[in-house]
């Protein structure tokens, strides 16, 4: 497979995890915090409406007898307050290691994104003048990895999953760096630099 059609495998590919990573939207997706959050919130909506028609009925919150104004009776004491039983998301609160993987997640999708730029605009046109030997086979199990990882409801796979991306982004980008090593050329030179810079970026992770 010539260099500039292996690329484009490459691409397709690529673009296939970005899609993935972003549909509908990378942060409600696949972050446990926000999985649990919908879940939470899901539970407080239409489907929550009979628990509050049965709250009516418990001794103690129904109206008063005689009592023009309809208003309800405070709870008796230790009873839960009807707006923590019927909207529980409402006190659900992200933790910090949540909102750690959220911006980890965050870094991966714009390294991505970031690769795919400089691929099409830089190193596609330079690979139809310096041909070079590139295999597909990483960014296919990027892609893999990434659509495993939409799948996941629970914080340890979905961890195990965003560290098993990061590593084959890298992978990807160093054997692209090694791979332009060869050519003296300012162009080369410039690809290698804005690769290096995103590899940065992602190993600030």
């Excluded at 028609?53 to 208003?71: C, I, N, Q, R, T």
């Excluded at 609160?93 to 830089?122: F, H, P």
């Excluded at 990434?146 to 990061?166: I, N, P, T, V, Y």
Aim: glycine letters at 4%; one cysteine or more.
């Amino acid at each position: 497979m010539t260099s500039p059609a292996a690329l484009l495998v490459s691409l397709r590919h690529q673009e296939g995890a970005l899609c993935t990573l972003w549909a509908p939207s990378h942060s409600e997706t696949f972050s446990p915090a926000w999985h649990s959050l919908r879940e939470e919130m899901e539970v407080s909506e239409p489907g929550g409406a009979p628990e509050l028609e049965e709250e009516k009925a418990v001794p103690g919150k129904s109206l008063k007898d005689g009592d023009k104004s309809g208003e309800i009776s405070p709870p008796s004491p230790g009873e839960p307050r009807p707006e923590r039983v019927a909207r529980p998301g409402l006190v659900r609160c992200e933790t910090l290691r949540e909102m750690a993987l959220r911006s980890k997640l965050s870094r991966l999708v714009e390294a991505t994104s970031q690769l795919v730029e400089v691929e099409q605009t830089l190193l596609l046109p330079l690979l139809q003048q310096h041909p070079l030997p590139l295999y597909p086979k990483d960014s296919i199990e990027f892609r893999n990895i990434c659509s495993h990882m939409a799948l996941q409801r629970e914080g340890q796979q979905f961890e195990k999953d965003l560290r098993e991306a990061q590593q084959c982004l890298k992978t990807i980008i160093e054997k692209l760096i090694c791979s332009l090593a060869v050519f003296p050329s300012d162009s080369c030179i410039s690809v290698r630099f804005a690769l290096r810079q995103i590899l940065q970026n992602l190993l600030a992770m």
